[in-house]
């Protein structure tokens, strides 16, 4: 089919303009922003497997995020441990946390697991704004390493750092294609759609809310290891705020909830306005890309529940004959 | 053996007796009829034996073992699969994507299950529609939708609620011929239905519910003669005036 021959030939085309990018944009800051949407985008898609997919809105996802940040550092500080490695036990712990907070959680319905999630990570933020061991609110400072990939630390280029980024990114991508396609995404579909219909067709529906929040949780956290290692500075107002869930879930929703590539279309739209007007007003005017972005919310939530892909598909049925 | 034995099941809310101590053999190959007037107890009767609601009373048996209380999804595990009165298909996925839901039941593949769930929307006559979202469907394919879903877990004893109510003349004569190939295709079927002309034609016996206890079971010739169920279905006086003549 023509169509699916024009999809790989956007897809390969868009692989290898980001592959290339860094060589074209020199400066820090496209390839600072560059790195940024990857970042996002991977929020977007971990929080989309358990919000879009299986339909449970979590606004508490920073303490996934908190929790990679802090454990790979806290490892790396105490213990000399390689930020991969930390990378990888904050992931696991993230997963045994989303067990945690799933389990009471997962019994409320609807608007009710929301404000749950919400209150955990409030809680969250809290403790560790009073817990010194792990620095209360100063805050940690990542201890600075020779440059190298085992370190994943590097401070005269960000080269490294946008192919890690676009490394995550792929491989949250990946996942994502996969429970797409495998039983995962049709049981979470399955469970978003109708609960009682779920378990009537053989779904432990407690079973695989689980499963969406873990792989969820897991990615979350990768990205928080990652981002304590690229701004080499972590406190619990920058990796545990309540903003951080929002606006992965905005991002997610504005894109379009449910889908591979929503997340994605989502945060190449909102970081580089948020990036922008960062630049354009710099501190007094924060949250400008906030008001942008909530417009953009409302107009999409009344005209295209679906998100920009859900736009892009209803033009695309147009034009068919 | 009875592939399905409910032994002296009881259910309340409270004060009220939706079903008190109801005795039902279901043996294999059969289509048994579950009738009733409205608030009989029909429907609780399957929410308890399908999991949805755990007995007050009694047990239900299955391929002979215990599997009172049991949760929804191990029962569907087991076996026993149903369809809802009000339907609840996934109505933002498509026709397809619902039946390879239930396909997954046996299968961890997705190319298994969706062989599978092509084979059931073929039986089903939705192969056509495929492709469409669900929400999109009309009643009657919806309907058939919830059936086809249903079947795709592998059950060996299918339990309709009320599959045809809401269906004109012709949609209700196709779902009929429906439940007839599943029995052919060797699935146990229990009907619940109040319209006893759709239950009467196809069912080896019918089983009669009233404020919540079994009032006649019965093969359907001597079911609509019963006096009992004429009772329960037109009242004392219209049961009265036609004993008199």
């Given at each position: 089919m023509g169509g699916n021959k024009n999809k790989w030939l956007l897809l390969a085309s868009g692989i290898f303009i980001l592959i290339i990018y860094p060589l074209i944009f020199t400066l820090p800051f496209p390839r600072h922003l560059m790195i940024m949407i990857f970042l996002y985008a991977s929020l977007g898609l971990a929080w989309n497997m358990i919000g879009?997919?299986?339909?449970?809105?979590?606004?508490?996802?920073a303490i996934y995020f908190g929790t990679g940040a802090y454990t790979s550092t806290i490892l790396l500080m105490k213990l000399g441990v390689s930020p991969w490695a930390g990378m990888l036990v904050g992931g696991l712990f993230s997963i045994a946390l989303a067990f945690i907070i799933g389990y009471p959680c997962f019994k409320l319905a609807g608007h009710y697991f929301a404000i749950a999630t919400i209150a955990i990570g409030e809680i969250a933020q809290h403790w560790m704004l009073n817990w010194d061991w792990a620095g209360a609110a100063i805050g940690l400072t990542l201890p600075i390493l020779p440059e190298s990939l085992i370190n994943l630390e590097f401070h005269t280029t960000k080269v490294p750092y946008y192919y890690i980024a676009f490394g995550i990114f792929t491989l949250t991508i990946l996942a994502t294609y996969g429970i797409d396609r495998s039983k995962l995404g049709y049981y979470f579909k399955a469970i978003k759609g109708d609960l009682e219909a779920a378990r009537s067709l053989g779904i432990n529906v407690a079973r695989y809310k689980f499963y969406a929040l873990a792989l969820s949780a897991f990615f979350t956290s990768i990205c928080g290891s990652f981002y304590a290692q690229y701004v080499l500075f972590i406190d619990p107002d920058s990796v545990f705020p309540l903003m951080l869930s929002i606006i992965v879930c905005l991002i997610a929703t504005l894109g379009g909830v449910g889908t591979v590539w929503g997340p994605v279309i989502g945060a190449f739209i909102l970081i580089p306005i948020s990036e922008f007007t960062r630049i354009q007003f710099?501190?007094?005017?924060?949250?400008t890309d906030l008001i942008i972005y909530g417009f953009l919310i409302m107009v999409i939530s009344i005209y295209q529940p679906f998100g920009v892909i859900g736009l892009a598909r209803l033009f695309r049925k147009k034009e068919a004959p | 053996m009875a592939l399905l034995e409910i032994k002296q099941l009881t259910k309340n809310f409270g004060g009220l007796m939706a079903n008190d101590h109801i005795d039902i053999q279901v043996n294999e190959g059969e289509i048994i009829g579950l009738i009733g007037p409205n608030g009989a107890g029909k429907t609780t009767l399957f929410n308890c034996i399908a999991g949805f609601y755990p007995p007050s009373g009694g047990q239900v048996w299955f391929k002979g073992e215990d599997i009172t209380g049991l949760p929804a999804n191990k029962v569907c595990l087991l076996g026993i699969a149903r369809t809802f009165q009000i339907v609840r298909v996934f109505k933002d996925i498509t026709v397809l994507d619902n039946v390879m839901v239930g396909a997954f039941n046996r299968t961890n593949l997705a190319a298994t299950a969706k062989k599978k769930a092509l084979e059931v929307l073929d039986f089903c006559g939705l192969a056509p529609k495929r492709n469409m979202i669900a929400g999109g469907l009309t009643i009657a394919d919806k309907k058939r939708l919830e059936f086809a879903k249903a079947l795709a877990t592998g059950p060996s004893l299918l339990m309709l609620d009320?599959?045809?109510?809401?269906?004109n003349q012709t949609e209700t004569a196709e779902a009929i011929e429906l439940v007839k190939k599943v029995r052919q295709a060797g699935i146990t079927v229990l009907l619940v239905e109040h319209v006893m002309e759709v239950v009467m034609?196809?069912?080896?016996r019918v089983v009669v519910l009233d404020y919540g206890r079994k009032i006649a079971e019965d093969v359907p010739e001597k079911i609509i003669n019963n006096e009992e169920v004429i009772k329960a279905y037109l009242g004392d006086k219209y049961h009265a005036s036609r004993r008199t003549p």
């Open positions: 879009g997919y299986a339909g449970q809105i979590s606004l508490g996802h710099g501190g007094g005017g924060k949250g | 009320e599959a045809m109510a809401g269906l034609p196809i069912s080896h």
